[in-house]
C-alpha cells in the first residue's frame, strides 16, 4: 500500500472503501499480463459493487489469459480532498497502482447524473479530460452501459463507446488492442480499426452537423464507419457467464446479496421505458442452471439473500421451478429468497408465502400512471383490478406494507390523471380495511412519484419533458389530495430530473456544459450532498446553451435525432407506430402473446425474439 493512502485512511469516512483485500477480488502478477484494464465505476464502492453487470465484466476479463483487470470507484469527497493534498493519484484497488498507467480505462455509464463523475476521475487519474488531447494508443478510454445509446454528451472524452452487451464485445476489443500494442499501431490507426468490429462507436469518425435553429443537420461516417453503429446482442445468454464466485465486499453496500439475473430484455412494451427497448430481444436462463449458479454463489460468498433480478421478474417463465428448487436448499439454512420488478398482472401469493417463509418483506409495484387511460397510453397493460386484487391477496396473505411508484408529467397526462394517482392509493386503503385479517399492526402505503425523463430510443423519444413548474404545481396537486395517515407520498427532485432529461437527450456540444459543471466543482452529482443546481444552470449560460432546448422541446418527426449514429436494433418505424397508439390509448400485446415486428428480432439467433 502506498503511504501517502496509509496515513490518508485513518482521516476518511469507510476507509474500507479504498483498500482492495476483499475475498474472490483477482490478484495477478503484472509480470505475466500484456493488457491490464481499470474497470471503472463513476460512483462509490457501496453502488458500484451493487451493480451486477460490473461483476460480471470483471470475472469475463479476468478469465482472460494476459489480461487483468481491476476496479476503480470514484471516491468520496472527504477522500477526493486528502489525494489532492497528497498528490496521489487515483489508483485500482486490487494492486493500488495509478490509473494512468492501465492500457484500458473502461467506464460503466448506466446513469446520466454520474458524467461528471467520470470526467473527475479521468482528472484524478492525471489524464486529459478530452479523447483529442490523449495521444498516445494507451490509454485508451471507452465506456459501455445504458447511457451509451445516446453517446453525444461524453463524445468528446471517450475514445470508443461499446453499444450493447459486452460479453463477447468487451473482449474482441481487448484482444484488437493487444494486437495494436505489439504492432506499435497509432491511436488513430487502432480507432479506425476498432470501428470496424460490430457494436463499437468511435466518436471522432463522425462528423456532426447543425441547422440555423440548433437541431441536428446531419451525422456523416468517415473512414468506412458504420453507420448506424447497432449494438451487440450476448448471442447464448442462457450459456453465458455468471460470476457464481462472487466477490464479496469489505464493508456494507446498497445491494448486499447475491443477484442471480434469470432473464434479460423485457416481454412488456411500456413506451417510456429505455431498458424495456434495448435490451430486447427477451432471453431466459434455464431453472437449473439457474438455481445451481445460485447455490455456487450462496456457497462461495456466505451471503444470506439471493434476488432474482430482471426488469420483470414475474414474467419468467420459469420462476416456479426455480423457486421451488432454491427452496430447498436455502429454507433449511434460512436463506431468503427476493423477488423485485413484480407485476400486479402476474402476481401469485401462493408464490410469495412460498419464497418468503424465511423473511417476510413488503411488496412493491409500479403502475406508473394513476388512471387506465394513462396506463394504456404508456402502455403498461395493468389495470386498477389487476392491483387491487393483488393487494386484497396480499392483506388476506398477512401483509401489511406496499409501495407504489408512478411518474407525473407523462404524454397527455392531466390533472385528472394526477389526483387518480390519490384515489387509487385510497383505494388499496381501503382493500386492507376490508380485507385484512389482522389490522392491529397497521398498514403502510406509501406513493412515491418521479418526473417523467424522455429517454432516446423509446416511443416518447420526441415528447417533451414538463417544465420544473408544472411539475412541482402536480406535485402539489397529488400532494394535498393524499387522503389519509396512513398514505405517504414522497417525490423526485425537479432539478435533477431537468438535467436528466439534457444530458439523455443531448448531442456532442452539451459536452462543453459538462466539461464545464465539472471545472466548477461538479463531482458526485448523483447525489443530493453533492448536486448543486446553480452550478449547472451557471455552465449553460457560461456556454450559450438553453436547457430547455432539450429538455421541454418536442421533437419533430423527421428530425435528425442526436444519438442516430447508434442503435438498439429497434427499428424507428416501430416506434412511430408505438407513439401514435400511444396517442389514440392502444395497447400493444406484450412478445409473449404476440409479435409486434420491432426489429429486434433480426439480432437473436433463429431470428425469433423470444421462445413461445
Known sequence: MDNRLERILPRVQKPARYTGGEYGAVYKDAADVNLRVALCFPDTYEIGMSNLGLRILYGLANAMPGVWCERVFAPWGDMEDEMRAAGLPLFAIESGEPVGAFDVIAFSLGYEMAYTAALNMLNLA??????????????????????????????????????????????????????????????????????????VYVPSLYDVSYNDDGTVSRVAATDGAALPVVKRVARDFAAAYFPSETLIPSTEIVH??????????????????????????????????????????????????????????????????????????????????????????????????????VRKTGLTFA?????????????????????????????????????????????????????????????????????????NRGVKITVSTACFVPKPHTAFQWEPQVTEREYERRVALLREAMPSKSISYSWHDAHTSRIEAVLARGDRRIGRVLEEVWRGGGRLDAWGEYFDYGRWLAAFERCGIEPDFYATREREVGETLPWSAVSTGVSESFLLREREKSRAGTVTPSCREECSACGANALCDGGVCYEI
Open 256 to 357: 448486499d446479496r447475491v443477484a442471480l439475473e434469470v432473464m434479460r430484455g423485457c416481454v412488456r412494451g411500456c413506451r417510456f421505458c429505455q431498458a424495456g427497448y434495448a435490451y430486447r430481444p427477451a432471453r431466459e436462463r434455464d431453472p437449473e442452471r439457474l438455481r445451481d449458479l445460485a447455490v455456487q454463489a450462496l456457497q462461495a460468498s456466505g451471503y444470506e439473500e439471493v434476488t432474482l433480478s430482471s426488469l420483470s421478474t414475474s414474467d419468467y417463465t420459469g420462476l416456479l421451478d426455480l423457486c421451488d428448487g432454491l427452496l430447498d436448499w436455502c429454507e433449511p439454512r434460512r436463506v431468503s429468497l427476493s423477488l423485485p420488478s413484480l407485476r400486479a398482472d402476474n402476481f401469485s401469493i401462493e408464490l410469495m408465502q412460498r419464497v418468503q417463509r
Open 367 to 439: 403502475p406508473e400512471a394513476g388512471s387506465q387511460r394513462l396506463r394504456d397510453v404508456i402502455n403498461k397493460n395493468v389495470t386498477e383490478d389487476d392491483l387491487l386484487t393483488t393487494c386484497r391477496t396480499a392483506f388476506e396473505g398477512g401483509w401489511g406494507a406496499v409501495k407504489l411508484y408512478f411518474m407525473l408529467g407523462l404524454p397527455t397526462e392531466t390533472d385528472e390523471d394526477v389526483l387518480a394517482i390519490a384515489e387509487l392509493a385510497n383505494r388499496v386503503l381501503f382493500t386492507w380495511r376490508t380485507y385484512a385479517k389482522n389490522k
Open 126 to 199: 492525471g489524464l486529459p479530460l478530452r479523447s483529442d488531447e490523449r495521444e498516445g494508443l494507451t490509454p485508451l478510454v471507452i465506456a459501455g452501459g445504458t447511457c451509451c445509446y445516446n453517446p453525444e454528451p461524453m463524445a468528446e472524452f471517450i475514445d470508443l463507446f461499446l453499444i450493447g452487451e459486452g460479453e463477447e464485445l468487451n473482449g474482441e476489443v481487448y484482444n484488437a488492442l493487444r494486437a495494436a500494442k505489439a504492432a506499435g499501431t497509432t491511436k488513430r490507426e487502432f480507432l479506425r480499426e476498432a470501428a470496424k468490429i460490430p457494436g
